[in-house]
């Protein structure tokens, strides 16, 4: 059973960073890709940056050079990199794994919550100006 946990949101000031992680199990990460989605308060789920299993990865533009989402194989652990932080990166965040068909490239990655069957419970990012 595939399984997500996160952790290492917090509150930050504006201009802070955290890494956040995701402890991953159940599932062999070449057969599968992963991203981070962030939603905000009366916002809609954003996907934010994605990994795929060859280690190719893509980003939102609204995190672009501030955020990098990372995998660490042997601690089975998802990471996410945040710097730069401002009040509008506020929100819940959440890490997915979605299983690659054997049809799907492994350097794609996708950011579209519709495609993912497996979510974390979240973390909170809190900024504050």
């Known amino acids: 059973q595939v399984q997500l946990v996160e952790s290492g949101g917090g509150s930050v000031q504006t201009g802070g960073s955290l890494k956040l992680a995701c402890a991953a199990s159940?599932?062999?990460?070449?057969?599968?890709?992963l991203a981070w989605f962030r939603q905000g308060p009366q916002k809609g789920r954003e996907g934010v940056a994605c990994?795929?299993?060859?280690?190719?990865?893509k980003y939102a533009d609204s995190v672009q050079g501030r955020f990098t989402i990372s995998l660490d194989n042997v601690e089975k652990t998802l990471y996410l990199q945040i710097n730069g932080l401002s009040p509008e990166d506020t929100g819940m965040y959440y890490c997915?794994?979605?299983?690659?068909?054997?049809?799907?490239?492994?350097?794609?990655?996708?950011?579209?919550?519709?495609?993912?069957?497996?979510w974390g419970q979240g973390t909170q990012v809190t900024v504050s100006s």
């Open positions: 997915a794994a979605r299983r690659r068909s054997p049809y799907t490239s492994s350097w794609f990655c996708s950011r579209a919550s519709s495609d993912f069957e497996t």
């Open positions: 159940g599932f062999t990460y070449r057969d599968y890709y």
């Open positions: 990994i795929a299993s060859d280690g190719s990865t």
